[in-house]
């Protein structure tokens, strides 16, 4: 039983993440994304043309983002087709992660080549926030989706709180400083 805590997201994007989906989406149609496991660029998003990348039957699904959002925003329901960005991570990493909420973000620079904003001037980035006890608590009662189960035709509910945040310090605040 949990202690009334909230589910916590376990997949939010800043502001700048959500706005160079966008760009990408005008540029190649609907889109996914993996959390690499270590290969290539590090541990790095990596961006694909959706259905490019084969989901494992194993690997969890962090959330769908939504572009149609805008920082701040909580949606009424699930994107579809463009607007839904699906982002996945394998089985074993998740385990390893599962105490964080992972934010995705952008920043100058080159990443990989396999990944669609590589010719941007821009690659993605994965910040991470570890979960509170209380957020540990109330996860214990979620059972993450898994590719199996999105292949059954599972789905998430919509997020009840902003998946995407104007800078990544709003999800990921620094020890020791204050917000105002």
């Given at each position: 039983m949990n202690?009334?805590?909230?589910?916590?997201?376990?997949?939010?994007?800043t502001a700048g993440a959500a706005d160079l989906l966008r760009r990408l989406r005008s540029l190649h149609g609907a889109l996914?994304?993996?959390?690499?496991?270590?290969?290539?660029?590090?541990?790095?998003?990596?961006?694909?043309?959706?259905?490019?990348?084969?989901?494992?039957d194993r690997d969890v699904l962090l959330?769908?983002?939504?572009?149609?959002?805008?920082?701040?925003?909580?949606?009424?329901?699930?994107?579809?087709?463009?607007d839904a960005?699906?982002?996945?991570?394998?089985?074993?990493?998740?385990?390893a992660w599962k105490h964080t909420c992972l934010v995705l973000d952008?920043?100058?620079?080159?990443?990989?080549?396999?990944?669609?904003?590589?010719?941007?001037?821009?690659?993605?980035?994965?910040?991470a926030r570890a979960f509170s006890a209380d957020e540990n608590?109330?996860?214990n009662s979620e059972r993450p989706l898994t590719g199996e189960d999105w292949e059954r035709g599972e789905r998430p509910d919509p997020p009840t709180s902003p998946q995407i945040v104007t800078e990544a310090v709003e999800a990921c605040p620094v020890p020791g400083t204050s917000s105002t």
């Amino acid at each position: 039983m949990n202690s009334g805590a909230a589910v916590p997201l376990r997949l939010m994007a800043t502001a700048g993440a959500a706005d160079l989906l966008r760009r990408l989406r005008s540029l190649h149609g609907a889109l996914m994304m993996h959390q690499s496991g270590g290969c290539c660029d590090g541990s790095a998003p990596m961006c694909y043309p959706d259905g490019e990348f084969i989901v494992g039957d194993r690997d969890v699904l962090l959330g769908v983002l939504d572009l149609r959002l805008s920082a701040g925003e909580v949606p009424s329901d699930l994107p579809a087709g463009d607007d839904a960005v699906t982002v996945w991570i394998s089985g074993s990493q998740f385990d390893a992660w599962k105490h964080t909420c992972l934010v995705l973000d952008v920043v100058p620079g080159r990443g990989s080549g396999f990944s669609l904003e590589s010719p941007e001037g821009m690659r993605f980035l994965s910040r991470a926030r570890a979960f509170s006890a209380d957020e540990n608590e109330a996860l214990n009662s979620e059972r993450p989706l898994t590719g199996e189960d999105w292949e059954r035709g599972e789905r998430p509910d919509p997020p009840t709180s902003p998946q995407i945040v104007t800078e990544a310090v709003e999800a990921c605040p620094v020890p020791g400083t204050s917000s105002t």
